[in-house]
């Protein structure tokens, strides 16, 4: 159970691929948590979920909205900030609309909550922030390269946070690894998840160059570490920035996980890219502050979504809009 008197929660994005894991776990640790999302994947993520419901209030509703903010931050004791707009690609397809949630829309909120009496504010930034790195490590002193808008603006955000860190407002950042594995609000255009989807259905994986570094982390530990820095003395996290992560990996190497778990029947196939972004994060400074260290898998992940793909859970995993953010973003003409 929950061992700290935060027990009013708002997560922003909660509906997403993380968010959907993770507010039900909140709720089975003691939590009363509000969800404020669009629901663009669907309302029906936390249905038939074994849940308390009476811990859990759903607002549908953008974060560029001040004046709901102010009302849903009412009573609330700390903030999982997930929502954005969530990659490259899909930020790409519209800029302008990128810049107002995952930018302007922060510092808003970021006031609002401080005004609002919320005591703990956890931001998930992106490990993108450092850009393409030649060092074998990548720790949280390094400088940050940002190369696209979406990492450029994770970054700008994290300055921003410091800005409000005060003896009454607990800030801390992550920066998690690509996620993988199964959620009720499953990605599938996420490298292991994408992999593994060809792989099962296809017996067919292409891997686009093979030799860059990816580095990983399954659904379940990113769940854990955010109960983690919920749960922390707010003297050992105040304004401090983590990686959240575990496996690199490269990507042939994670074929090879994938085709492992799948079938010898899978086939390989490399195309040559111009995408070379390579990098080693490094996971250490967690471990040693918190003790947080990743337990599970690429393994795990693969074979949580082959169990998900032979149950049926996941239908029409190639052409079902709800399971690839840049088909949702062009369907819905968010603006």
Same mark, same amino acid.
């Given at each position: 159970?929950?061992?700290?008197?935060? %027990?009013?929660?708002?997560?922003?994005?909660?509906?997403?691929?993380?968010? +959907?894991?993770?507010?039900?776990? =909140?709720?089975?640790?003691?939590?009363?948590?509000?969800?404020?999302?669009?629901? $663009?994947?669907? *309302?029906?993520? /936390?249905?038939?979920?074994?849940?308390?419901?009476? %811990? $859990?209030?759903?607002?549908?509703?953008?974060?560029?909205? %001040?004046? $709901?903010? #102010?009302?849903?931050?009412?009573?609330?004791?700390?903030?999982?900030?997930?929502?954005?707009?969530?990659?490259?690609? @899909?930020?790409?397809?519209?800029?302008?609309?990128?810049?107002?949630?995952?930018?302007? !829309?922060?510092?808003?909120?970021? *006031?609002? &909550?401080?005004?609002?009496?919320?005591?703990?504010?956890?931001?998930?930034?992106?490990? @993108?922030?450092?850009?393409?790195?030649?060092?074998?490590?990548?720790?949280?002193?390094?400088? =940050?390269?940002?190369?696209?808008?979406?990492?450029? /603006?994770? !970054?700008?955000?994290?300055?921003? =946070? !410091?800005?409000?860190? @005060?003896? &009454?407002?607990?800030?801390?950042?992550?920066?998690?690894?690509?996620?993988?594995?199964?959620?009720?609000?499953?990605? =599938?255009?996420?490298?292991?998840?994408?992999?593994?989807?060809?792989?099962?259905?296809?017996?067919?994986?292409?891997?686009?160059?093979?030799?860059?570094?990816?580095?990983?982390?399954?659904?379940?530990?990113?769940?854990?570490?955010?109960?983690?820095?919920?749960? +922390?003395?707010?003297?050992?996290? !105040?304004?401090?920035?983590?990686?959240?992560?575990?496996?690199?990996?490269?990507? *042939?190497?994670?074929?090879?996980?994938?085709?492992?778990?799948?079938?010898?029947?899978?086939?390989?196939?490399?195309?040559?890219?111009?995408?070379?972004?390579?990098?080693?994060?490094?996971?250490?400074?967690?471990?040693?502050?918190?003790? /947080?260290?990743?337990? #599970?898998?690429?393994?795990?992940?693969?074979?949580?979504?082959?169990? +998900? /793909? #032979?149950?049926?859970? $996941? #239908?029409?995993?190639?052409?079902?809009?709800?399971?690839?953010?840049?088909?949702?973003?062009?369907?819905?003409?968010?603006?």
């Amino acid at each position: 159970m929950k061992t700290n008197s935060l %027990q009013n929660l708002l997560v922003t994005g909660g509906a997403g691929y993380v968010g +959907a894991e993770l507010v039900p776990q =909140l709720i089975r640790k003691g939590y009363r948590v509000k969800v404020l999302d669009l629901f $663009l994947y669907g *309302e029906d993520i /936390f249905e038939n979920r074994d849940l308390d419901y009476s %811990q $859990l209030e759903l607002i549908k509703g953008d974060i560029r909205d %001040q004046q $709901l903010l #102010k009302k849903s931050l009412v009573d609330v004791d700390a903030v999982i900030h997930l929502a954005c707009i969530s990659n490259d690609p @899909s930020f790409d397809l519209n800029p302008n609309l990128g810049k107002s949630i995952n930018l302007d !829309a922060f510092r808003p909120l970021v *006031e609002i &909550s401080k005004s609002a009496g919320v005591k703990r504010f956890i931001y998930a930034s992106s490990s @993108s922030v450092y850009g393409v790195k030649d060092e074998p490590n990548v720790t949280e002193e390094m400088k =940050l390269d940002p190369l696209t808008d979406y990492s450029k /603006f994770k !970054a700008e955000c994290e300055k921003i =946070l !410091a800005e409000y860190e @005060s003896e &009454s407002f607990t800030t801390v950042t992550v920066r998690p690894s690509t996620v993988m594995g199964y959620s009720h609000r499953q990605r =599938l255009d996420v490298v292991v998840n994408i992999l593994t989807n060809h792989a099962f259905h296809n017996r067919l994986i292409k891997v686009f160059g093979g030799q860059q570094l990816r580095p990983n982390i399954h659904i379940d530990d990113m769940v854990e570490l955010y109960l983690l820095l919920l749960e +922390a003395p707010k003297d050992k996290i !105040a304004g401090k920035i983590y990686n959240g992560g575990w496996e690199n990996y490269k990507v *042939e190497d994670i074929a090879s996980i994938v085709k492992k778990v799948i079938g010898d029947d899978v086939k390989v196939e490399f195309v040559p890219t111009d995408d070379n972004r390579s990098y080693h994060v490094s996971s250490e400074k967690i471990k040693k502050e918190l003790g /947080f260290v990743a337990q #599970k898998s690429i393994e795990d992940a693969v074979k949580d979504l082959q169990r +998900a /793909f #032979k149950e049926g859970r $996941l #239908k029409n995993s190639f052409d079902e809009k709800k399971y690839y953010n840049i088909k949702t973003m062009l369907d819905v003409e968010l603006k």
